[in-house]
């Protein structure tokens, strides 16, 4: 690995091994240690932990060192730590309170959406959910163009809501989504009723139906919250 891609490699490894509990709050780390556990230099090593600083997961003292701090310090909508609980043994946790974020958050972009969004914005969205409709019905909803277009969507009707920390979250959204699929959570034929909803919330927004697509955007999380609510218990009986 070079440059941006070793930097990339180390940060992903050391924010996995602290996100799933193997470096618990309060464990000291050392940059010489980390260092030779890595085997990268020492000024890599200082990026990295001034990332990990920034997301609020490690604190660094004179005297003491790097130490970990406890999780309800960390930023949880950063997408890098999104994605680090997605691949570790607190998954289930974590998608299911991004799918309960997307329940509160996506009906009311679509609401705003049918008010605020212009006209390019609203024929796009459109566009997005007739794709999305077709690529579903001719069961590609585990290919990587589905998802892209998944994606697009979702993105599209947080930022067309005109709120700007509602489009922020566009990043979070979408980690979600790829974990869904990176998981095996996203059947090859999305249920029909799901394309549907995407569908009427888009004509929805496009229409200027406010109440219409809060509804039908309310409809398409709901059904997504239960499959996720319902792969939880599954997974917390059977453990």
Same mark, same amino acid.
């Given at each position: 690995?070079? =440059?941006?891609?070793?930097?990339?490699?180390?940060?992903?490894?050391?924010?996995?091994?602290?996100?799933?509990?193997?470096?618990?709050?309060?464990?000291?780390?050392?940059?010489?240690?980390?260092?030779?556990?890595?085997?990268?230099?020492?000024?890599?090593?200082?990026?990295?932990?001034?990332?990990?600083?920034s997301m609020g997961m490690l604190e660094?003292?004179?005297?003491?060192?790097?130490?970990?701090?406890?999780?309800?310090?960390?930023?949880?909508?950063?997408?890098?730590?999104?994605?680090?609980?997605?691949?570790?043994?607190?998954?289930?946790?974590?998608?299911?309170?991004?799918?309960?974020?997307?329940?509160?958050?996506?009906?009311?972009?679509?609401?705003?959406?049918?008010?605020?969004?212009?006209?390019?914005?609203?024929?796009?969205?459109?566009?997005?959910?007739?794709?999305?409709?077709?690529? =579903?019905?001719?069961?590609?909803?585990?290919?990587?163009?589905?998802?892209?277009?998944?994606?697009?969507?979702?993105?599209?009707?947080?930022?067309?809501?005109?709120?700007?920390?509602?489009?922020?979250?566009?990043?979070?959204?979408?980690?979600?989504?790829?974990?869904?699929?990176?998981?095996?959570?996203?059947?090859?034929?999305?249920?029909?009723?799901?394309?549907?909803?995407?569908?009427?919330?888009?004509?929805?927004?496009?229409?200027?139906?406010?109440?219409?697509?809060?509804?039908?955007?309310?409809?398409?999380?709901?059904?997504?919250?239960?499959?996720?609510?319902?792969?939880?218990?599954?997974?917390?009986?059977s453990g």
């Amino acid at each position: 690995m070079h =440059g941006v891609e070793q930097h990339s490699g180390v940060l992903d490894r050391l924010g996995r091994s602290i996100a799933s509990g193997d470096r618990g709050p309060g464990t000291v780390l050392t940059l010489a240690g980390l260092e030779e556990e890595f085997g990268v230099s020492r000024t890599l090593v200082r990026e990295v932990v001034r990332v990990l600083e920034s997301m609020g997961m490690l604190e660094s003292r004179r005297r003491v060192g790097v130490t970990v701090r406890p999780p309800g310090d960390w930023n949880p909508f950063d997408p890098r730590l999104i994605r680090w609980r997605l691949g570790g043994p607190g998954r289930d946790a974590q998608l299911l309170s991004l799918t309960e974020l997307r329940a509160a958050i996506e009906p009311v972009a679509a609401r705003l959406a049918a008010a605020r969004a212009d006209e390019s914005t609203r024929r796009r969205l459109v566009e997005l959910a007739a794709r999305l409709k077709a690529l =579903g019905e001719a069961h590609r909803g585990t290919d990587p163009e589905y998802l892209a277009t998944d994606i697009a969507y979702h993105e599209l009707l947080l930022a067309a809501s005109g709120n700007p920390m509602l489009a922020a979250l566009g990043g979070t959204v979408a980690e979600v989504l790829s974990g869904r699929t990176a998981l095996g959570l996203m059947p090859r034929e999305p249920a029909p009723g799901a394309l549907e909803d995407h569908e009427a919330t888009a004509a929805a927004v496009a229409s200027g139906d406010a109440a219409t697509a809060e509804t039908r955007a309310r409809a398409v999380v709901t059904e997504v919250l239960e499959e996720v609510a319902d792969v939880t218990e599954d997974t917390s009986c059977s453990g």
